[in-house]
């Protein structure tokens, strides 16, 4: 079988304001992965909008945590949003979404299909609720 998605830490996915909504569980985890008090990560690297949390973005509308030369600075504690890329509902719903996700992002296959695609998202959202 082959794998339907595969991150290649390219940074595609880290670009867009206001894609990066984080619950309490990612505020504690960013926070004591950057050693920080959460009311200080909040200050310093989040916004509310709409009543909820987001990551802000910088001046090349990129996720504060992304850098060009190393890519995601918080990786191991990365949020949802980015765990669970691309098995979004948009994806999940309609295969044209998922063939123009496919040109954006190098890390989704393009030798699988659109099925296989649904059924390894199930196993992982199975897996990772």
Same mark, same amino acid.
């Given at each position: 079988m082959k794998k339907a +998605?595969?991150? !290649?830490? #390219? %940074?595609? #996915? #880290?670009? %867009? !304001? %206001? %894609? /990066? /909504? &984080?619950?309490?569980?990612?505020? !504690?985890? &960013?926070s004591? +992965?950057?050693? &920080?008090?959460? !009311?200080? $990560?909040?200050?310093? $690297?989040c916004e509310i909008d709409h009543g909820k949390i987001s990551v802000i973005c910088g001046p090349d509308n990129a996720c504060i945590f992304y850098d060009e030369g190393k890519g995601c600075l918080i990786h191991p504690v990365k949020p949802e949003p980015c765990r669970r890329w691309p098995f979004y509902p948009a994806l999940l719903k309609d295969p044209d979404n998922w063939e123009y996700a496919k040109d954006a992002c190098p890390g989704i296959s393009r030798d699988c299909s659109y099925k296989e695609f649904i059924k390894q998202a199930q196993q992982w959202l199975s897996s990772n609720s």
């Open positions: +998605f595969e991150c !290649k830490m #390219c %940074g595609a #996915c #880290c670009y %867009g !304001k %206001g %894609g /990066i /909504i &984080i619950d309490s569980k990612d505020l !504690k985890n &960013i004591r +992965f950057l050693q &920080i008090e959460e !009311k200080e $990560f909040m200050d310093e $690297f």
